[in-house]
């Protein structure tokens, strides 16, 4: 019965952890291009979850109208942040960009209180409700399904970034801005492609966290997981995020399962904040990060 | 640059280094303290009541201050270290009968080298970096108010004497309102010349460019961590006052919302000066008290939105002006103030 509950705690943890990596993947493609380290993405999945409930919800959209519309939504979202908000901060201290994406994640947050409340709206399912039982364990099919989503993004995701040319350019964007201008390449555009990109991943992985556990405003609050997974697996990497998602998961599956009957709950939040902070005493870059050499 | 008035000059380096130092400053400051110390004679208890809570929020702010203005070392845990100190100085004042300064210093001090041990991955990191192992420190030290129920009460929280030094119990909002502004114009005294000082020196070099100032023998690690203590001393300072003066201390008072508003307010007023701390404050207090005025109007128009409002409304406000400021303003307040102040020192002319 333990050996069963651990079971199903590790693979319950890896298929959260895949939706971890999915929202991580926004905040690596910013990174990647614009170094700036985005807490809003949480902010952004929030707004994808709550105008795809309120297109397919009360306007009564047909389900791929609707993800289409959201998705467009969430684009011209991305490019607005990146005009207005992070593009006149550019060339400021670090702390700027991160109070400036603070008070994003902020924003989203009231204003997906004052659309939807402190309630939980009902979702239109998009994605299979059911769940395959192998073995023993019961495996919920949506969730696997966001697992193999978060995949197929990984994989795509890798490919961008090694053959297209816009994938390219960002890598160049990332390593030195004026090579890249010299180049012909306009960074800005760089810039707000990144933006885009990101809100696209936050506007899919809402939509699909909201299918499955409703259109909340506590959503917001996956964006820090994905953080930490990004921070532990290394700012720059893919392969990190999509490795760490995971691995973050089943730690916090198995820290509420078995650690928090033992001390009274809330342990499976403070875990994996805990792991960050031992990660960057030992190691800051995170797992695959690359180390940066300053100079004077 | 930093004018002074026409036909002062400094002729030797006591002038020179002074803080008030023509007559009209010093009249300035005395009319200001007697207005400071006389109010609750005949203010209101609403007026009191807020610049108490301002005076507390400028100790907590003030300590970011040096850690983030100064040192360049961004904390999003300043409210977790207010709540520490809060809760050493409740619990060794009511638990082992410490005196009520005592208990405020003790705060202060558990809370700083609690700060230091958050601050050692400052010494391998900076940044955003340093920033998430903050975010950590506030997370992981709320897990502990919340859940060491033996000690400091969960979620019922812990209910604190009223403070009593040398016979005189703090019970009313008036002698609350005294002793949290004595408080108050030591730390603004104690950090405007600590900044003044070779510390303070050390510590903006370590904020332009900590390998510059390695290199020009500055001990970068140890200045990293005494600034890590000194904002986590002030905020743990701050935590004490704050439970004897509100008499009631639980965890949802020190939560993350707490620590970026710290951030935000030192953003607002501007970083790196001490009155940016107190104009920050002040300005977001009165940005809370508007929204607390026009809330019960709102809703009254508005019935089906309820009491969230209020909260998502403020939050609204909070994250607009702060982009705001970043985005026009990013030296703050502050900054503003200062051009104000060479205008009217140059007019008519504007150089």
Same mark, same amino acid.
């Given at each position: 019965m333990m050996l069963r509950s651990i079971l199903e705690g590790i693979i319950s943890g890896i298929m959260i952890g895949g939706v971890y990596s999915l929202v991580a993947l926004g905040i690596v493609v910013v990174f990647k291009s614009t170094k700036v380290v985005t807490f809003a993405q949480g902010g952004i999945l929030l707004m994808g979850a709550i105008i795809g409930w309120a297109l397919m919800g009360p306007a009564k959209l047909p389900i791929g109208l609707g993800i289409i519309l959201t998705l467009a939504v969430c684009a011209l979202l991305g490019l607005c942040l990146d005009r207005f908000t992070l593009r006149p901060i550019l060339g400021q201290p670090v702390l700027a960009s991160i109070m400036v994406t603070i008070a994003l994640a902020w924003f989203f947050d009231s204003v997906g209180t004052l659309i939807i409340g402190?309630?939980?709206?009902?979702?239109?399912?998009?994605?299979?409700?059911?769940?395959?039982?192998?073995?023993?364990?019961?495996?919920?099919?949506?969730?696997?399904?966001?697992?193999?989503?978060?995949?197929?993004?990984?994989?795509?995701?890798?490919l961008f970034y090694r053959y297209a040319r816009l994938g390219l350019a960002m890598r160049g964007t990332a390593e030195d801005h004026e090579v890249v201008q010299s180049l012909g390449i306009k960074v800005t555009n760089i810039f707000s492609?990144?933006?885009? @990109?990101?809100?696209?991943?936050?506007?899919?992985?809402?939509?699909?966290?909201?299918?499955?556990?409703?259109?909340?405003?506590?959503?917001?609050? #996956?964006?820090?997981?994905?953080?930490?997974?990004?921070?532990?697996?290394?700012?720059?990497?893919?392969?990190?995020?999509?490795?760490?998602?995971? @691995?973050?998961?089943?730690?916090?599956?198995?820290?509420?399962?078995?650690?928090?009957?033992?001390?009274?709950?809330?342990?499976?939040?403070?875990?994996?904040?805990?792991?960050?902070?031992?990660?960057?005493?030992?190691?800051?870059?995170?797992?695959?990060?690359?180390?940066? #050499?300053?100079?004077? | 640059m930093h004018w002074v008035p026409c036909g002062t000059y400094n002729v030797n380096y006591r002038q020179d280094f002074a803080i008030f130092r023509t007559i009209p400053h010093w009249i300035s400051l005395a009319i200001f303290l007697i207005i400071l110390f006389t109010l609750p004679f005949y203010s209101s208890r609403y007026l009191l009541t807020l610049l108490s809570t301002i005076g507390i929020t400028i100790i907590a702010v003030q300590g970011l201050g040096v850690l983030t203005g100064y040192a360049g070392q961004i904390s999003i845990g300043q409210a977790a270290f207010v709540g520490t100190g809060a809760y050493i100085s409740v619990i060794v004042s009511q638990k082992f009968g410490f005196p009520f300064l005592l208990a405020l210093v003790v705060g202060g001090f558990g809370s700083g080298i609690i700060g230091i041990m958050f601050g050692l991955p400052a010494l391998r990191i900076k940044g955003f970096y340093l920033a998430m192992s903050t975010l950590a420190a506030q997370v992981i030290l709320g897990w502990f108010f919340l859940h060491l129920r033996g000690i400091t009460g969960g979620t019922e929280g812990l209910h604190v004497e009223y403070a009593s030094f040398a016979g005189i119990v703090f019970d009313t909002p008036q002698k609350k309102y005294w002793m949290i502004m004595v408080f108050t114009l030591l730390t603004l005294f104690f950090v405007k010349n600590l900044m003044r000082t070779r510390v303070g020196r050390a510590l903006v070099?370590?904020?332009?460019?900590?390998?510059?100032?390695?290199?020009?023998?500055?001990?970068? !690690?140890?200045?990293?961590?005494?600034?890590?203590?000194?904002?986590?001393?002030?905020?743990?300072?701050?935590?004490?006052?704050?439970?004897?003066?509100?008499?009631?201390?639980?965890?949802?008072?020190?939560?993350?919302?707490? !620590?970026?508003?710290?951030?935000?307010?030192?953003?607002?007023?501007?970083?790196? !000066?001490?009155?940016?701390?107190?104009?920050?404050?002040?300005?977001?207090?009165?940005?809370?008290?508007?929204?607390?005025?026009? !809330?019960?109007?709102?809703?009254?128009?508005?019935?089906?939105?309820?009491?969230?409002?209020?909260?998502?409304?403020?939050?609204?406000?909070?994250?607009?002006?702060?982009?705001?400021?970043?985005?026009?303003?990013?030296?703050?307040?502050?900054?503003?103030?200062?051009?104000?102040?060479?205008?009217?020192?140059?007019y008519p002319f504007s150089y």
């Open positions: 402190g309630g939980e709206r009902p979702y239109p399912p998009l994605l299979p409700q059911g769940t395959y039982k192998v073995g023993l364990i019961n495996i919920s099919q949506s969730l696997l399904l966001q697992f193999i989503i978060a995949i197929v993004m990984f994989i795509v995701f890798s492609y990144s933006w885009v @990109i990101a809100s696209l991943t936050g506007g899919v992985s809402g939509m699909l966290l909201a299918s499955t556990l409703g259109a909340t405003v506590g959503l917001s609050e #996956i964006g820090m997981k994905a953080l930490i997974v990004v921070l532990i697996g290394g700012m720059e990497s893919v392969t990190g995020v999509i490795l760490m998602g995971p @691995i973050i998961g089943i730690l916090e599956s198995l820290t509420i399962q078995i650690l928090d009957p033992l001390v009274g709950g809330g342990l499976g939040e403070v875990v994996p904040y805990a792991v960050m902070l031992i990660m960057l005493l030992i190691k800051p870059y995170g797992l695959f990060g690359l180390k940066r #050499i300053e100079r004077i | 070099a370590i904020r332009d460019n900590d390998l510059a100032a390695e290199v020009m023998g500055i001990d970068v !690690s140890i200045y990293k961590l005494l600034a890590f203590f000194i904002s986590c001393f002030f905020a743990g300072i701050a935590g004490g006052l704050f439970a004897h003066y509100i008499s009631f201390i639980n965890p949802v008072q020190f939560t993350l919302r707490d !620590s970026i508003l710290y951030l935000g307010i030192l953003i607002v007023g501007g970083m790196g !000066s001490t009155m940016g701390a107190i104009f920050g404050t002040v300005f977001m207090k009165f940005i809370e008290e508007i929204a607390f005025v026009v !809330s019960p109007a709102l809703t009254m128009w508005f019935p089906s939105f309820g009491a969230q409002f209020f909260a998502a409304l403020s939050l609204a406000f909070y994250s607009i002006i702060i982009i705001l400021f970043l985005v026009f303003e990013p030296r703050g307040i502050n900054h503003m103030w200062v051009v104000l102040k060479n205008r009217y020192r140059l």
